[in-house]
Antibody, heavy 116, light 107 residues
Framework: QVQLVESGGGVVQPGRSLRLSCAAS????????MHWVRQAPGTGLEWVAL????????YYADSVKGRFNISRDTSKNTLYLQMTSLRPEDTAVYYC?????????WGQGTLVSVSS | ELVMTQSPATLSVSPGERATLSCRAS??????LAWYQQKPGQAPRLLIY???SRPTDIPARFSGSGSGTEFTLTISSLQSEDFAVYYC?????????FGGGTKVEIK
């Protein structure tokens, strides 16, 4: 069955960096676009970034453009989100999700807390 | 940025009753709309895609309709496990955008 497992979250000071990982299994990872979506405490969902199935197309939300970098390693079936210059407003649960259009499978999320 | 507006913010419904949730796009998104269900402490789950198509594991009591800018999610007879927050999401334009959610609570 399709599984997406995020890791790498934690508490980090403003201005610092963090890298999230999403281990994929149960499907052909190289065939699907992958996303990061986040959810700040008590709020709704915010799309963060997309990488196409082959890594050739990448899109970011304006709120993270220039600070976050999405990438994928097909040999490891893993999706990454490198986050730099973190701000308190980046505090959220970060989900990875599969999909070229609708997001049909989601991981359970990893919590990132940006605080001094 | 394309804005998705959901209404109402909260819907109080008795078990067994019908629930109707609305989602409006600030411009036409054709039928490129998905609905998700999220329960506390859980990840979102895809309920509807293409405005009206249902994944095979989603019960038939969930149905979606609409096109252009106006969309509806209907739950025909609410079960106890359906009380949750529901989000719409458009994938016609970048960036992908979600509505603010509708919380379906027990009346």
């Amino acid at each position: 069955q399709v599984q997406l497992v995020e890791s790498g979250g934690g508490v980090v000071q403003p201005g610092r960096s963090l890298r999230l990982s999403c281990a994929a299994s149960g499907f052909s990872f190289r065939s699907f676009a992958m996303h990061w979506v986040r959810q700040a405490p008590g709020t709704g969902l915010e799309w963060v970034a997309l990488v196409s199935y082959d890594g050739g197309n990448i899109y970011y939300a304006d709120s993270v453009k220039g600070r976050f970098n999405i990438s994928r390693d097909t040999s490891k079936n893993t999706l990454y989100l490198q986050m730099t210059s973190l701000r308190p407003e980046d505090t959220a649960v970060y989900y990875c999700a599969r999909g070229s259009q609708e997001l049909d499978y989601w991981g359970q999320g990893t919590l990132v807390s940006v605080s001094s | 940025e394309l804005v998705m507006t959901q209404s109402p913010a909260t819907l109080s419904v008795s078990p067994g009753e019908r629930a109707t949730l609305s989602c409006r796009a600030s411009q036409s998104i054709n039928s490129k709309l998905a609905w998700y269900q999220q329960k506390p402490g859980q990840a979102p789950r895809l309920l509807i895609y293409g405005a009206s198509s249902r994944p095979t594991d989603i019960p038939a009591r969930f149905s979606g309709s609409g096109s252009g800018t106006e969309f509806t999610l209907t739950i025909s007879s609410l079960q106890s496990e359906d009380f949750a927050v529901y989000y719409c999401q458009q994938y016609n334009n970048w960036p992908l955008t979600f509505g603010g959610g509708t919380k379906v609570e027990i009346k």
